[in-house]
């Protein structure tokens, strides 16, 4: 049973760094293909993709906000992390991590994500 | 990048049919085919409902397909039900080694 669940601050302060993490089960980020990626919502706004990170350790990232972003995994505990550096009001959403089985294919599994505040 | 661009709304009756377009770019959706489709009701995470253009997950309904034509994807729900109320997202992959999704289209049962 693949499960993911993301866990970090609910509330953040401007300019601070954010740091979310995505713990998951059921599959194996050392597996061929394999990636996890981070996704957010603002309230009653869009999805947005923010990063990936595959199974050899490639990076990819928003072209947005890439100069903001560090996506990075520990395979022995299941786990990817994602920083996001100079946070503003604006990057207030739920943040979601999910599992994609072939590069830049679809994300099949989707964690029930992390609402973050951003407000001094 | 621009989103994906999609109809802010759709609607239909119960036992009907809607289509919601999803337009891109050669960028994007006309020169790949990992566009994909996400249900999301309220208060929930998205749920895969169709990858690469066409195809169902197990266990979605054949009530959803998906189609793409040009520098469109289209998803048509037909046989609409109540619990089909929610919104949907198209994603396509970029040439830029991006991801992309649409705006998001609210979907009512009348």
């Known amino acids: 049973q693949v499960t993911l669940r993301e866990s970090g601050p609910a509330l953040v302060k401007p300019t601070q760094t954010l740091t979310l993490t995505c713990t998951f089960s059921?599959?194996?980020?050392?597996?061929?293909?394999?990636?996890v990626s981070w996704i957010r919502q603002p309230p009653g706004k869009a999805l947005e993709w923010l990063a990936l990170?595959?199974?050899?350790?490639?990076?990819y990232y928003s072209t947005s906000l890439k100069t903001r972003l560090t996506i990075s995994k520990d395979t022995s505990k299941s786990q990817v992390v994602l920083l996001m550096t100079n946070m503003d009001p604006m990057d207030t959403a739920t943040y979601y991590c999910?599992?994609?089985?072939?590069?830049?294919?679809?994300?099949?599994?989707w964690g029930q994500g992390t609402l973050v505040t951003v407000s001094s | 990048q621009s989103a994906l661009t999609q109809p802010p709304s759709v609607s239909g009756s119960p036992g009907q049919s809607v289509t919601i377009s999803c337009t891109g770019t050669?960028?994007?959706?006309?020169?790949?085919?990992?566009v994909s489709w996400y249900q999301q009701p309220p208060g929930t995470a998205p749920k895969l409902i169709i990858y690469?253009?066409?195809n169902r997950p197990s266990g979605v309904p054949d009530r959803f397909s998906g189609s793409k034509s040009g520098n469109t994807a289209s998803l048509t729900i037909s046989g609409l039900q109540t619990e089909d109320e929610a919104d949907y997202y198209c994603?396509?992959?970029?040439?830029?080694?991006?991801?992309?999704f649409g705006g998001g289209t609210k979907l009512t049962v009348l």
């Open positions: 999910a599992r994609i089985p072939l590069l830049f294919g679809s994300f099949d599994y």
């Open positions: 059921g599959f194996s980020l050392s597996t061929s293909g394999m990636c």
């Open positions: 990170i595959d199974w050899d350790d490639d990076k």
């Open positions: 050669s960028s994007d959706v006309y020169s790949y085919n990992r």
């Open positions: 690469e253009v066409s």
């Open positions: 994603s396509s992959y970029t040439s830029s080694y991006t991801v992309l």
